[in-house]
């Protein structure tokens, strides 16, 4: 006897295969039912299905054939529909089966019941199978809306059941329908959290009021990501930064260059590939998790890090041995805009970044809507002085703090020697002499940097 959380698998042979159907036994919190059913061979994925629990049969679309060998699988998810006016739901109960269908005479019945349980800690769907490869890109909207698409554009209508973790016990499903990826989901996510999205694309074969019967045709890896800080967090991080700066008794000074260390084969590949063209690229993972600009926002980073004593430039170089001075004052100019990005630490040093922008340009309006702007001729971390004389740059010092300058814009290597405003100095190397490649997370254990 089934109970209230119960679906029923009932079947009948006829002629060497089995027709199949489902009977939905409650709970009434459940009012739609997505089911995955397959052979079980890695190799063939299956159907899906999406149907009403209004209506108590459906019938599966499978022959299953009888005999040796012939095992299926049966995944359902139990759904509550959350808005009239998009394909939206929470999940609430999730329920598996693997059956055979084994030889036997015409006419007998066969009825598998399968238990629907709660969910807790539920996994995304289709793990044992094969996962393709389909890029699935997240971007953000303030305050914290986030997008999914990929830019594959295809012929027909695709269907895409869109899975979505946003905790370890909240479970979205959304169903889009469209040519291509691109959807935003209808609701702001928290700061900080690490979640995960799935895909399953298919092609629809049977649509009706009731019951929606498509092929399994793209089976997505799953992609994660952790939201990123909205205005206030930023405003919060920026106040902790102003305390840690007040410790350490910091002061300004003048400063007469910006640099950057990378290897001889960056440099030479600038100066022979693209014409002394040094182009901004994806921003890494350095940093706080949490920063809006990682992978997000090009730039080119620049450091202002002198020593006390002589007002110079660090000797060594953590990231290559060849270093390019470019002078402070052609780089940092009036018309530009200055906004504050991160506070993070590596256990040692604090750093601190900032980002240049050409006002107007689509990095000025990234950062615009999503950072702290700061005033360029007066902030507490790298300020353009004028006079009629000529600008001064000035950068806060203090012990174990560093400003990073992150630059948006493409520079000409080639004008900037012939302009004599900058020139390369090869130096000694620490360390690994060269960055990480998706940079090194902030110590997520410092009580001063961290939220």
Same mark, same amino acid.
């Given at each position: ?52 629990? #209004? ?16 095992? %299926? ?15 939206? %739901? ?61 830019? #594959? ?76 800080? #909205?205005?206030?967090? %930023? ?121 240049? #922008? ?94």
């Amino acid at each position: 006897m089934a109970n209230s959380h119960d679906i029923i698998l009932h079947g009948k042979i006829d002629n060497g295969n089995r027709k199949m159907k489902i009977r939905v036994i409650g709970p009434q919190e459940i009012n739609c039912l997505l089911l995955f059913l397959r052979p079980y061979m890695p190799s063939i994925l299956g159907a899906t299905m999406t149907v009403k629990t #209004t209506v108590k049969e459906h019938e599966l679309p499978m022959d299953f054939v009888s005999g040796s060998g012939n095992y %299926y699988c049966f995944d359902i998810y139990g759904l509550k529909k959350e808005t009239e006016m998009e394909e939206h %739901y929470t999940l609430l109960a999730y329920g598996c089966t693997r059956f055979f269908v084994a030889k036997m005479k015409n006419g007998k019945d066969l009825d598998i019941p399968i238990r629907l349980n709660e969910v807790k800690s539920l996994q995304f769907p289709l793990k044992n199978i094969k996962e393709a490869i389909f890029p699935i890109q997240v971007d953000h909207r303030p305050v914290s809306r986030y997008t999914f698409y990929n830019k #594959t554009k295809f012929t027909f209508d695709k269907i895409w059941i869109i899975f979505f973790k946003q905790s370890r016990d909240q479970f979205h499903v959304f169903i889009h329908v469209g040519q291509k990826l691109d959807f935003t989901l209808p609701f702001d996510l928290p700061v900080a959290t690490v979640c995960g999205v799935k895909i399953i694309v298919g092609c629809i074969l049977f649509d009706s009021k009731t019951i929606r019967l498509s092929t399994i045709e793209i089976n997505t890896k799953t992609t994660n990501f952790k939201t990123c800080f #909205t205005k206030a967090e %930023y405003e919060t991080l920026y106040n902790k930064t102003i305390e840690f700066i007040k410790t350490r008794k910091s002061h300004f000074r003048s400063i007469e260059y910006f640099y950057r260390n990378k290897s001889e084969k960056y440099f030479a590949s600038i100066t022979e590939d693209h014409n002394g063209i040094m182009k901004p690229y994806k921003k890494d993972h350095n940093g706080d998790p949490c920063s809006i600009i990682n992978g997000r926002l090009d730039g080119l980073f620049f450091s202002t890090a002198v020593d006390f004593q002589k007002n110079q430039p660090f000797k060594y170089s953590p990231f290559g041995q060849l270093r390019l001075h470019i002078t402070a004052r052609f780089l940092f100019i009036p018309n530009l805009n200055l906004y504050f990005a991160d506070f993070y630490c590596h256990y040692k040093v604090h750093c601190v970044t900032v980002i240049l #922008t050409r006002k107007e340009y689509f990095a000025d309006n990234f950062c615009k809507a999503r950072l702290k702007k700061l005033d360029i001729h007066n902030n507490p971390f790298v300020c353009l002085k004028t006079s009629k004389k000529s600008n001064i740059i000035q950068m806060c010092q203090g012990n174990g703090l560093r400003i990073e300058v992150l630059n948006t814009e493409a520079l000409n290597i080639h004008e900037i020697i012939r302009k004599r405003q900058g020139h390369f100095k090869r130096v000694p190397i620490m360390g690994r002499g060269e960055s990480r490649p998706n940079g090194i997370p902030k110590n997520e254990n410092c009580k001063i940097c961290n939220l």
